[in-house]
């Protein structure tokens, strides 16, 4: 029908820019932009998200960042498809890609495999997004895998509370969604982990975005969101 042509041209138009003030160790460190724009992979939808986040010139004296991620989600649950990050904090560095099979994780650096995938497995940065679909309320817990700089962690998110937070955007009323390991451990290398603040409203906007590690935490805050 025309409707259904209507709703699937209006699907492949769908874009969303998410431009953060980025904060590190209590100094304004820079921009960090996340983009997401409906694409079509392999003759399906799909989404692709791109993150990067750059210091600016006062931090980069003291702890530089350059960090760019490139995503292939699922345009439904933004499961991954694909990932291509390029890593640089400090004197850290790390660039890789892979790719999810149905029934393999691939490294495209090595081209050695992981023959024993069998869930369906989101990017942090992807999982951000998918639970912005979810019913947030407060005490509400969802589960699932993360594959993360060739780690696979068991995820367990919990809507902490709900929390009044300022942003350059404004400011807002929004759920803490905190995810931690089923284990214990800490989610990510370097013993980081994060904490998440979603608008109360029906778009649930990543409002505040924290991510801490050894080398201490980078806060995200909104400036703008736009579609």
């Not at 962690?153 to 089923?182: H, M, R, W, Y």
Request: hydrophobic share 40%.
């Amino acid at each position: 029908s025309l409707l259904i042509q209507v709703l699937f041209f209006l699907n492949f138009l769908f874009s969303e820019t998410f431009i953060y003030e980025a904060g590190f160790r209590f100094f304004n460190a820079g921009t960090a932009i996340i983009e997401i724009e409906k694409i079509t992979y392999k003759d399906s939808s799909a989404n692709k998200i791109n993150y990067k986040i750059k210091t600016n010139s006062f931090l980069d004296k003291f702890y530089m960042i350059r960090d760019e991620i490139d995503l292939i989600v699922d345009s439904y649950d933004y499961s991954l498809i694909s990932i291509n990050k390029n890593i640089k904090q400090g004197r850290y560095t790390e660039k890789y890609e892979y790719k999810v099979n149905s029934d393999s994780i691939l490294n495209l650096n090595s081209q050695i495999s992981d023959d024993n995938i069998k869930k369906t497995y989101y990017d942090p940065i992807g999982a951000i997004f998918m639970l912005r679909k979810e019913n947030l309320q407060i005490g509400n817990q969802f589960s699932f895998f993360t594959f993360d700089m060739g780690q696979i962690n068991e995820v367990l998110v919990v809507v902490e509370s709900i929390e009044n937070i300022d942003v350059p955007a404004g400011n807002f009323d929004c759920f803490k969604v905190t995810p931690q390991s089923s284990d214990g451990k800490n989610l990510f290398k370097n013993g980081g982990d994060m904490r998440i603040w979603y608008s109360l409203d029906s778009k649930h906007l990543p409002v505040r975005v924290e991510q801490k590690s050894n080398y201490g935490t980078i806060v995200l805050k909104l400036k703008s969101a736009i579609d």
